[in-house]
């Protein structure tokens, strides 16, 4: 049985388009008085559908799944035997075409993790070396992390990596939705799947195949794509126990009349096809144009909790700021010798965090190997040597009375400061500064103005340097001078206040916060813990993302509930019409399959929405 159903099932569509033809063959036959010919064909068309209904019917009890397929093939069944053959061939012709173009839908939804497939890179030349001119033709599941490849104008990026040799234009679009070239030069990053549009590179693979930025938005939009909502699992179960108490309904209906056609047609006017396609269609349309549009979710559920959301909560560095700080003051004790700067650029290399990038980038001495070394999350770094803020160093006693007026001053400016102390005694004082983001005051503006009112920042910067930034972007509310854990405290008090949460970051430290959060949203360039605890990410940490990730998740909830409505109205309205005597099998079946293509035209209005 199962060999016979895989057939029918991949000539099904076909097999309909042979229907259809008879079904013309059988009207054309009764306009020229063959009404014999009429009956062989609509009972040819009925087996030619039914058997394949019937042959998923009892593959379905089999599992004992009683299945909507059921109460059609009874009802086929049964207007066969009671000579009612027009009735049956239009009911399984019309359940087949919805079957078919509920087919057609799901695979044109998908069609953006199949353009993402389509360009993933299937092979890259390796190099021997650097200066290597040929190199070798591999396939790119034998290209390892360390390895160097060749790219040239208008081929794709096979793999994550860092530019070694070269200079050229790429083009993004495949991961921000942006196609103007960004310029690439020696040492900068270029993603997997991005296409060089002039020059020519040699790149040291980091990432390779699966682990690359491309590889894992593949991954996530496919496993979005096969995940459930609430509302798809809620008709899944209601499904279930829907078709026997459908089947005991024609069975009393047809005690009760003694009218078989009637039982028969509470049957066919019962199955609820675009209940059960109308919240796919909804949830596969929407995850699609999401990733699409540089959007990537862990599933329907993410995209259902975000349009219930209305606080955004965001942190500082790296979300609303570009994360790419620079030192603009320093301040310097008398007597600080280069050990100490070598002991500050020492213990700065261990930490994972941007004002550190930033000291080494200032700092132009080799590291000392620190012992004991320990990072303190949110605070800096310290053993002997303590790098970080206030906090850290007045918890260590360190007096900070000779930069007091220094500080204050930088912090009004809107700098962060990084305070510098060896074995007590404080060695420097470090002003940084870090630009909003390019999108940022356009996002906030487009946020207000899609109902966002409560707009919050928490940051670890000190509270001065916060306020400032929240103040040019209008935030509702803005904390400093927080730790991780303070972070995710400050969350769940909002949840106590009966508040639904989104927060944005991108580091290690908002992990705790992204984890806490009724929905974790991810800057696409932020570490990997982020990521794995997120359920949204918006590629390339681009902000401008944000109001269109809230857009589609509102969208697509308003969208499931309208089919859900449509499908539901549709069995009430058959029903009436059914028992008031409007209504018969073939018309009914007919405005039934149109309730599926309504829910079907319906869903896929969201592969329309266009980034703002």
Not at 87 to 102: Q, S, T
């Amino acid at each position: 049985m199962g060999k016979a159903q895989g057939f029918f099932s991949r000539h099904q569509q076909p097999n309909v388009w042979a229907m259809t033809g008879l079904i013309i063959f059988a009207e054309l036959s009764r306009l020229t008085n063959l009404g014999q010919a009429y009956s062989l064909l609509m009972v040819l068309v009925a087996i030619m559908g039914g058997v394949p209904l019937v042959l998923r019917a009892v593959s379905a009890l089999t599992y004992r799944v009683i299945s909507i397929e059921i109460l059609v093939a009874v009802a086929i069944v049964g207007a066969l035997i009671i000579g009612e053959y027009n009735e049956a061939a239009i009911v399984v012709w019309l359940f087949n075409l919805g079957d078919v173009l509920e087919a057609l839908t799901l695979k044109k939804t998908r069609a953006a993790v199949k353009s993402l497939i389509d360009m993933a890179p299937q092979t890259a030349t390796v190099l021997a070396d650097v200066n290597d001119a040929t190199g070798e033709v591999t396939d790119i599941d034998f290209v390892d992390a360390g390895d160097l490849v060749l790219v040239k104008a208008g081929d794709r990026v096979p793999v994550d990596g860092v530019v070694k040799r070269g200079h050229g234009l790429v083009n993004e679009a495949s991961l921000t939705g942006e196609a103007r070239p960004l310029p690439k030069v020696i040492d900068q990053t270029v993603s997997a799947g991005t296409i060089l549009a002039d020059g020519i590179l040699v790149v040291e693979a980091s990432r390779v195949g699966e682990d690359t930025t491309f590889g894992k938005i593949i991954e996530l939009v496919e496993e979005a794509q096969d995940s459930k909502s609430k509302a798809q699992r809620v008709i899944d179960r209601f499904a279930k126990y829907y078709t026997p108490l459908i089947m005991l309904i024609a069975l009393v209906v047809g005690l009760t009349t003694r009218d078989v056609a009637l039982a028969i047609t509470v049957l066919v006017l019962g199955c609820p096809g675009a209940l059960v396609i109308g919240v796919p269609v909804s949830t596969v349309a929407g995850i699609g144009r999401a990733a699409k549009l540089g959007v990537l979710t862990k599933g329907s559920a993410s995209l259902s909790a975000l349009s219930k959301v209305d606080t955004l909560v965001f942190d500082k560095t790296g979300t609303v700021t570009k994360g790419l700080p620079a030192v603009v003051s320093d301040w310097w004790a008398a007597g600080v010798s280069e050990r100490d700067h070598q002991l500050l650029v020492s213990v700065e290399t261990v930490a994972n965090h941007p004002l550190a990038k930033a000291i080494l980038k200032h700092e132009a001495v080799a590291p000392l190997p620190v012992d004991q070394s320990e990072v303190l999350a949110g605070q800096g770094a310290g053993a002997t040597v303590l790098v970080g803020n206030a906090k850290l160093l007045i918890a260590h006693q360190v007096d900070l009375t000779a930069v007091a007026t220094t500080a204050s001053a930088w912090q009004v400016a809107g700098r962060s400061l990084v305070y510098f102390a060896v074995d007590g005694q404080l060695r420097g004082l470090l002003g940084i500064s870090d630009p909003l983001k390019d999108e940022a005051q356009a996002t906030f503006t487009k946020l207000r103005a899609l109902g966002y009112q409560n707009l919050i920042m928490l940051s670890g910067d000190n509270q001065t340097t916060a306020e400032r930034v929240g103040k040019e972007v209008g935030m509702t509310q803005v904390v400093g001078n927080l730790m991780p854990a303070e972070k995710a405290e400050k969350i769940k008090e909002l949840q106590t206040a009966g508040h639904r949460v989104a927060f944005l970051g991108d580091g290690v430290n908002d992990s705790p916060a992204l984890a806490t959060a009724e929905v974790g949203i991810a800057m696409g360039n932020g570490t990997d813990v982020a990521l794995d605890v997120s359920d949204v990410v918006l590629l390339h940490s681009d902000l401008a993302k944000l109001p269109v990730a809230l857009t589609i998740a509102k969208r697509m909830v308003a969208n499931m509930n309208q089919n859900i409505a449509i499908a539901i109205l549709t069995v009430a309205l058959l029903f009436g019409g059914l028992f008031a005597g409007y209504v018969h099998m073939a018309s009914g079946m007919l405005i039934h399959e149109l309730s599926i293509l309504i829910v079907i035209i319906n869903g896929m209005r969201l592969l329309k929405i266009q980034q703002s």
